[in-house]
């Protein structure tokens, strides 16, 4: 008799703004853009629903029917109290209401004619989650798993149940739900486990209990946690806890913003509202000026589009940062002692060994401060007290999914919920259908449309004159009008397949001269890189091999010898065309990156140097792929080291224009052009970007006349 294997085990960190996967083996769950962190986001758009990464975009253009901060609505039954928390928010929101049944629900435009609908929190948490599980699926071959979801610790049953009842939507179906703390406390012990002493000798004697204990601080985005964990060789135990759920780096960001909108009306004569688009751009503005302000005593923003054309320039010290904080700071102290005060039976605020710090609010210096405060005066304070031995992004997510032996009973449910659960299922699995067909619908379009472009510019290109111009460009003309054309917005999956093979097989046929002598060049392109992968495998292995489960703690020059030689192997092959080869040794370096620990603050600067390099350089590889989404995913993580990095825009420009997201590009050959004027990629790329959108511009005028002729 053959048992069935243990379940895979995810672990989720369901974050306001952020969520994260992991797996029980310690590896992140990266999804779709490559990236290891997705929005909290649903949205819909005309027949569209776009979840997690595909909504972000959609949280500026379309915020009235964009969900963003789920985990704030769950278990929230009361309309009022949904209504305080989206108060917290800035910019326009969506709309929420009762309903017949007396179910608060969030109202938005969704279907072929934008009629209103009605979508409960269950049922948006759960698309969330079925986003998440479609990226934990991607790495199981039909075997079964569980998830384990990390919550706030001061959830209670309401906001648990709801939590269980979206994991079922999303087809989740075993399901444990534990509180953040627990989960951080898992993994700091599963990651620096307590050694168990050596006793010497023949006689056995009970050896007392080796213990270390520990604060864990985790600032978040809306949320303040503080836990006292005791660790020992057997496990660890958290003795005590304090959280708020009204303190979180955004607090933070809206006493800059409350500074800022004062000191615009006052200077500038511009009224700002919190509640609307200029207010989500001075909000946003802040935020930059917060993280800014982690690493530097100064700094200002520019706030583009306050007021109609006009940017603004704020400027703020980070003293002055902390004097508008004051009470957020006294806040963060009293968090701190209230959790040593209610662990004292066990622990003494002096056998602290270390305060570790998650969350993006934590890096914040005078929050750093605050908690060494919490410490009584005679007992050493400083920030050696500080430590910093998890990973603020992933930390939850590994914790929860090295939680897997907890599992928690599944909610009672009446029979009258129980059709409802069915009904949300049904629907849930209704709408992945369609999204799945308008996703295909789309990408045929797109490739239409990228296949056009690119047989325009093949003209200048390599073998151009064998192209038969006059025979060509009418049916590239005729291909564009019918991209804008009524029928091309409303056809079906088998319609678009079906032009896209019509268009393609009447350029072939006219231009059949020009697609042979490319093949002949691909065919002889294929059998060198095969000859110069096998060389650069022959190499590697002659040099010991691939070392990608490499677990051991290695001082910083021996880690970084190991992230500068994948980074000049992925070099070499680079410039020998094997882009795809390249990528995954630039991966590598990033991998061995981010196994660096107990850095200073200029060790830290130069790892953050050399992976703004190795993103840029996997942007470019996944360029040269045509891999654009992956590209743009490289060029975001490396824009969120240097915002000011003119090669990671220019590369996201160019990726969006390949994508046709030719308003994306603009903005970001805006930026690029600001801060580097005379940069000559950046302006040709502006030209060519600015031609697209003209022609884009006169053919949807075109479309638009003969609909109203």
């Known amino acids: 008799?053959?048992?069935?294997?243990?379940?895979?085990?995810?672990?989720?960190?369901?974050?306001?703004?952020?969520?994260?996967?992991?797996?029980?083996?310690?590896?992140?769950?990266?999804?779709?853009?490559?990236?290891?962190?997705?929005?909290?986001?649903?949205?819909?758009?005309?027949?569209?629903?776009?979840?997690?990464?595909?909504?972000?975009?959609?949280?500026?253009?379309?915020?009235?029917?964009?969900?963003?901060?789920?985990?704030?609505?769950?278990?929230?039954?009361?309309?009022?109290?949904?209504?305080?928390?989206?108060?917290?928010?800035?910019?326009?929101?969506?709309?929420?209401e009762v309903d017949e049944a007396g179910r608060v629900v969030a109202t938005v435009d969704y279907g072929k004619d934008g009629s209103k609908t009605q979508f409960s929190v269950e049922q948006l948490t759960g698309m969330l989650f079925a986003n998440l599980a479609t990226q934990m699926k991607k790495r199981l071959q039909d075997e079964p798993f569980h998830v384990t979801v990390a919550v706030p610790s001061v959830w209670g049953e309401e906001e648990k149940r709801t939590v269980q009842v979206a994991a079922k939507i999303a087809g989740i179906q075993s399901l444990a739900v534990i509180s953040r703390d627990a989960a951080l406390a898992r993994c700091f012990h599963c990651k620096h486990p307590v050694e168990t002493p050596v006793v010497e000798g023949d006689i056995a004697e009970e050896a007392p209990e080796t213990a270390r204990f520990i604060v864990i601080v985790d600032m978040g985005y809306t949320n303040t946690s503080v836990s006292v964990v005791k660790l020992t060789p057997k496990g660890e135990t958290v003795l005590a806890t304090e959280a708020d759920l009204q303190l979180g780096a955004e607090t933070l960001d809206r006493r800059l913003f409350e500074h800022f909108q004062k000191e615009v009306q006052e200077k500038h004569q511009i009224s700002v509202s919190y509640h609307s688009k200029e207010g989500k751009r001075l909000f946003h503005a802040c935020e930059k000026l917060k993280k800014l302000l982690s690493t530097i005593g100064d700094a200002s923003v520019t706030v583009e589009n306050l007021a109609p054309e006009k940017d603004i320039a704020i400027s703020i010290s980070r003293t002055v940062f902390e004097e508008l904080c004051a009470a957020e700071r006294a806040r963060v102290t009293k968090m701190v002692q209230c959790a040593l005060e209610k662990a004292k039976e066990t622990v003494a605020s002096a056998e602290i060994a270390s305060?570790?710090?998650?969350?993006?609010?934590?890096?914040?210096?005078?929050?750093?401060?605050?908690?060494?405060?919490?410490?009584?005066?005679?007992?050493?304070?400083?920030?050696?007290?500080?430590?910093?031995?998890?990973?603020?992004?992933?930390?939850?997510?590994?914790?929860?999914?090295?939680?897997?032996?907890?599992?928690?009973?599944?909610?009672?449910?009446?029979?009258?919920?129980?059709?409802?659960?069915?009904?949300?299922?049904?629907?849930?699995?209704?709408?992945?259908?369609?999204d799945t067909e308008l996703a295909a619908i789309a990408h045929e379009r797109n490739a239409i449309e990228a296949f056009v472009y690119e047989m325009r510019s093949k003209s200048s290109a390599k073998h151009g004159d064998k192209l038969d111009n006059s025979k060509l460009n009418p049916l590239l003309d005729s291909a564009e009008d019918w991209i804008y054309s009524e029928e091309a917005e409303t056809a079906t999956l088998d319609v678009v397949r079906a032009k896209h093979q019509?268009?393609?097989?009447?350029?072939?046929?006219?231009?059949?001269?020009?697609?042979?002598?490319?093949?002949?060049?691909?065919?002889?392109?294929?059998?060198?890189?095969?000859l110069e992968s096998q060389k650069a495998e022959a190499e590697r292995q002659a040099a010991g091999g691939d070392d990608d489960h490499d677990t051991r703690k290695l001082k910083k020059p021996e880690r970084m010898r190991m992230v500068t030689k994948n980074k000049e192997e992925g070099n070499e092959l680079f410039r020998d065309g094997n882009h795809k080869h390249a990528a995954a040794r630039y991966v590598k370096a990033l991998t061995h990156a981010s196994k660096f620990f107990d850095l200073t603050e200029a060790d830290q600067a130069e790892v953050n140097a050399i992976k703004l390099s190795l993103y840029l350089?996997?942007?470019?590889?996944?360029?040269?792929?045509?891999?654009?989404?992956?590209?743009?995913?490289?060029?975001?993580?490396?824009?969120?080291?240097?915002?000011?990095?003119?090669?990671?825009?220019?590369?996201?420009?160019?990726?969006?224009?390949?994508e046709n997201k030719l308003d994306l590009a603009a903005d970001d050959i805006k930026q690029a052009l600001n801060l580097a004027p005379q940069d000559r990629a950046v302006v040709k790329l502006d030209e060519r970007v600015k031609l697209r959108l003209r022609r884009q511009l006169d053919k949807e005028k075109k479309m638009w006349g003969k609909a109203f002729a």
């Open 1 to 96: 008799m053959t048992t069935a294997p243990p379940p895979r085990v995810f672990g989720v960190d369901f974050g306001a703004q952020r969520c994260v996967v992991a797996e029980s083996t310690g590896d992140v769950v990266l999804n779709e853009l490559g990236a290891m962190t997705t929005a909290t986001l649903v949205s819909f758009k005309g027949e569209e629903r776009l979840v997690g990464e595909a909504a972000v975009l959609s949280s500026s253009t379309n915020p009235r029917n964009t969900v963003s901060c789920l985990s704030g609505l769950v278990g929230k039954r009361q309309l009022a109290k949904v209504q305080q928390e989206l108060e917290r928010l800035p910019g326009h929101q969506v709309t929420f």
């Open 502 to 530: 019509e268009i393609e097989a009447g350029v072939r046929a006219v231009c059949e001269a020009y697609f042979s002598a490319v093949e002949a060049d691909e065919r002889a392109l294929e059998q060198q890189l095969e």
């Open 617 to 658: 350089n996997l942007a470019q590889c996944y360029l040269k792929m045509e891999n654009y989404t992956r590209a743009v995913s490289n060029c975001q993580e490396a824009l969120a080291l240097d915002p000011k990095s003119v090669k990671a825009l220019y590369r996201r420009a160019v990726a969006y224009e390949k």
């Open 355 to 434: 305060v570790e710090i998650v969350g993006g609010g934590t890096r914040i210096p005078f929050v750093q401060n605050a908690i060494i405060e919490a410490f009584p005066s005679e007992q050493h304070r400083d920030s050696a007290l500080i430590g910093r031995m998890m990973d603020s992004t992933t930390a939850i997510a590994l914790g929860a999914a090295f939680t897997s032996e907890v599992v928690n009973a599944a909610p009672a449910v009446s029979n009258e919920d129980a059709a409802e659960l069915e009904r949300y299922i049904a629907l849930e699995q209704e709408f992945q259908a369609r």
